[in-house]
């Protein structure tokens, strides 16, 4: 579940801005840059993310890359926050009957 709670983050925060560089996205998920670059690489070999890299300047070699969601990739993202959601429903009945057996 772990991994795919990582995912799922890396998955949200790409969708919210795609521009995002790997320095940034390992900071704003509190990752370090080889767990980042790691499940990005395993997004990428499952099909839910498509990695481009794009030329910087012209006149140099440096690559900037760009995440984008694939649509396989959007629907696994909506299917583990529909589980996470069902999951969540679950122990709030199950609390709200406890709690009404306790009253």
């Known amino acids: 579940m772990k991994n795919n709670l990582d ?3 890396v998955l949200r925060k790409i969708q919210s801005n795609p521009d995002s560089t790997q320095r940034e996205l390992a900071k704003d998920l509190g990752f370090s840059l080889g767990k ?4 990005l690489k395993a997004l990428n070999s499952k099909g839910l993310v498509k990695i481009e890299n794009f030329k910087k300047k012209e006149k140099k070699l440096s690559y900037i ?3 984008i969601l694939t649509p396989k990739g959007i629907d696994f993202r909506l299917n583990i926050t529909i589980q996470f959601m069902k999951k969540k429903m679950k122990e709030y009945d199950e609390l709200k009957s406890e709690i009404e057996e306790k009253n």
Do not use: I, M, P, V
């Open 36 to 39: 980042l670059n790691y499940c």
């Open 65 to 67: 890359k760009k995440y």
């Open 7 to 9: 995912e799922f983050n």
